[in-house]
């Protein structure tokens, strides 16, 4: 039995989805503060906000959701290091629709206590995600924090797989 549906865990799920929602309010102030500013530096901001809820959604059983926050991790931190203008707003509209279909998602979660994909177009962000990867594909630290942590094109590809991408 999934974790989301376990009554044992329901007050866990319940918290996680509100924790989540918040945070993904949160993401949408920082890149509306983007848009605003086009400061590369809230988009590893928005990677660190995202992150958070890419491990409990995991640890429940929420793998879609888990995924789409490390994508939107990555992609974050990987567009904080990027010069380019016209890119940089592709990204900020790219982890819009990110958001959106995360909170979709999270309030499949609260609702039904599935994580339900049914209906929401992860095609469309596959197709942003897969060029962005590729745009992207030189960048080697996907985190410009105190850290050796890299992330390959390699890897960014994985993740869309496990998307079913």
Known sequence: MSMLKDESMAE???????????????????LDEFEDEEDPALLEKFGQTI???MG?????????TGTLAELGKTIGYK???CEDKELLSVVGAALFDLVDVMKRLIQ???DSKEEKAQ???????????VWL???FKNIQRSSVAVSDETQSQEDIDALLKNLGL
């Open 12 to 30: 866990v799920v319940d918290e996680f989805c509100q924790e989540s929602k918040d945070l993904l309010d949160t993401c949408e102030e920082i």
């Open 51 to 53: 992150d958070r809820i």
């Open 56 to 64: 409990a959604a995991k640890s429940l059983d929420a793998h879609t």
């Open 79 to 81: 567009s904080s290091q």
């Open 108 to 110: 499949n979660i609260s």
């Open 119 to 129: 209906g929401l177009n992860i095609d469309a962000l596959k197709t942003r995600f």
């Open 133 to 135: 990867a590729d745009k």
